[in-house]
C-alpha cells in the first residue's frame, strides 16, 4: 500500500512540474513575441521617420559643443598657444560643477544627429563635451570628473596614439565605452584632412574606424577633423567610409553639409569659468 502511495505521490509531483514548465515556457514565447514586436515596431517607426534635408538641418537651432585636449597643470614658460589647448584639473572641475550648476545636461553624437536629422528630443539645456587626442588624463581625470554628475563625453582618438606613453589604453578606451561614452574617430595620426589623397582616405578614415569599433564592441560613425579644417573633398569619403556626422571648430559651417560641418568650441586655459559661460552662449548663440 505504502509503495502504491509513493507512486501515486511521484506521478503527481512529476505532472505538477511538466505543468509549471509549460507555463514557463509558454510565458517565454509570449515575452518573446512582445519583444520581437516592439522591436519591429521601433524599427518600423525609425523606418517612417522623415529625414530633414540640409536646409532644414541647417537652420535648426545649434547645441553647444565643447572641445577639450588637455587636462593639466601648466608648466612656466609655457606659451600661450600651448595654454589655449590645455585646462587645469582645478579649472576643469569647476566647469563641470557650472554647467551642472546651470541645469545643462549631456547628449551624446547619436542624440544630436537624430535631433538633426529626424527631429528627435534633447534636453532643455543640452551640452556635448567632446575630447580630441586620447591623452590619458581625459579618463583618469576628465572622465573621474564627469562621473560625479552623471555626465558622458565623446572622446575623439588618433589611432596611432593607443597604447603609447601619457595616451589612453585599449582597457580605457573599452571602458569608456561600456560606461555609456562614445568613443569616435580622429583619424590614424592626426595629419590635416586638406592634405589626403590617394590612399590616405582608408589610411586616416577607414581603418582607424574599425580599430575603434574591434576595441569598443560598437559603432563609430562620428568623425572630428584634426584642426578642425576640411575641404569639400573629404565629405563624400566620410560618407563612404560610413560616418553619419562630423565636426570642425568655431568657423563657419556649411549650409549645404552642415552634418559634416558641426561646430565646437575649444576652452582654452586663460578663460575663467565665467568667461566660459559666456563664450558658449554667444557662441552658439544661446539665449
Request: aromatic share 10%; hydrophobic share 35%; glycine share 4%.
Amino acid at each position: 500500500m505504502k509503495t502504491v502511495v509513493f507512486i501515486a505521490f511521484c506521478v503527481s509531483i512529476l505532472a505538477a512540474c511538466n505543468s509549471a514548465t509549460a507555463t514557463k515556457d509558454k510565458d517565454q514565447k509570449t515575452k518573446s513575441a512582445a519583444t520581437m514586436k516592439a522591436d519591429s515596431t521601433s524599427s518600423n517607426a525609425e523606418m517612417n521617420t522623415p529625414v530633414a534635408d540640409a536646409a532644414t538641418v541647417f537652420a535648426k537651432r545649434q547645441v553647444p559643443v565643447l572641445c577639450y585636449h588637455h587636462i593639466r597643470d601648466p608648466k612656466p614658460g609655457q606659451s600661450e598657444t600651448l595654454k589655449s589647448y590645455s585646462v587645469s584639473p582645478a579649472q576643469f572641475a569647476q566647469q563641470m560643477k557650472a554647467l551642472k550648476d546651470s541645469g545643462y545636461e549631456t547628449i551624446l553624437p547619436n542624440q544630436l544627429y537624430n535631433y538633426l536629422v529626424h527631429g528627435g528630443p534633447l534636453p532643455a539645456k543640452p551640452v556635448m563635451l567632446t575630447f580630441d587626442d586620447t591623452d590619458e588624463e581625459q579618463f583618469s581625470i576628465g572622465y573621474q570628473e564627469m562621473k560625479k554628475y552623471g555626465f558622458k563625453g565623446v572622446f575623439f582618438i588618433m589611432t596611432i596614439s593607443i597604447n603609447r606613453p601619457r595616451y589612453m589604453t585599449k582597457e580605457q578606451l573599452k571602458q569608456l565605452a561600456d560606461d555609456g561614452n562614445a568613443v569616435e574617430s580622429h583619424t590614424w595620426d592626426h595629419h590635416m584632412v586638406t592634405k589626403y589623397q590617394g590612399e590616405d582616405w582608408e589610411k586616416q578614415f577607414v581603418k582607424p574606424r574599425k580599430t575603434i569599433e574591434d576595441i569598443t564592441g560598437k559603432p563609430a560613425t562620428y568623425f572630428a577633423y584634426p584642426y578642425g579644417l576640411w575641404n569639400a573633398a573629404a565629405i563624400p569619403q566620410l560618407k563612404k567610409a560610413g560616418f553619419k556626422m562630423a565636426f570642425i571648430l568655431s568657423t563657419k559651417r556649411d549650409s549645404t553639409e552642415p552634418l559634416y560641418t558641426v561646430r565646437r568650441m575649444i576652452v582654452p586655459g586663460q578663460w575663467s569659468v565665467t568667461g566660459m559661460m559666456k563664450a558658449m552662449k554667444q557662441t552658439f548663440h544661446l539665449d
